[in-house]
């Protein structure tokens, strides 16, 4: 594999990412392309969407992933409650993490293809942005947003925009403010697998800056259709005319 894919497959690069200059986030090209392309339909409907967090990368991942490990950072349970770690074998720490965060190198934000929104519209500027289900439920405060949303991916008109974690699927706990673009994610996907995965963590391993490297390196085969790869089922069918 090029020496550049291998890198934006794994967040190691911001080569492929530009400016969204609303929010100051890094997008893919495409991404924001169509991103604009649905801001402008949004705003007509009275949304104003707003990418909160884009392209991250590996550094970043593993920063948020050592500081739940280590306890720094609450770890939480499906219905969103804190964990008690300590209690905890190091495998169910693990599962417990990737329920809510992407193991670094396994993320799509750092494809660039993927980002989080919300509805500048629905809020004060100085509003603290959680990402919790609460917020984005239909009665929450980005609820009427992401209920016009649910339209428009469902009638094929969100430019190649798609839900990635809209269902529970028993890995990754649902999140319907995470968008992705499906042409070029699927690409990057398709280019992504479990041994690349680990041979990237097992780097980290060697250098011992990535905790619980041994229990998600050995758990890898498990761990990755569970939470990294996103079955062909959830993108839309309808790619072909993108």
Known sequence: MHQLLRNILFGLTDAHVILEPVSGQ???PEALTAFDQLRRDARKAGFDPKVVSGFRDFERQRTIWNAKASGQRPVLDSAGQPLDVARMSPEEI??????????????????????????????????????????????GVFGPFHCWLDERIAEGHSYGLFRPYGADRGGVAPERWHLSYAPRAKEFQQLHCAQSLREQLQLCQADGDLALADTVCGAMEAIYPRFVEVPESAYPTNMDRL
């Open 94 to 139: 693990v599962f417990a993490i990737l329920r809510w965060s992407a193991l670094p190198g396994g993320s799509r934000h750092h494809w660039g293809t993927d980002f989080d929104v919300i509805d500048a519209a629905a809020v004060p500027e100085d509003y603290r942005v959680q990402l919790t289900p609460e917020e984005v439920a239909d009665e």
């Open 26 to 28: 890094l997008m893919h």
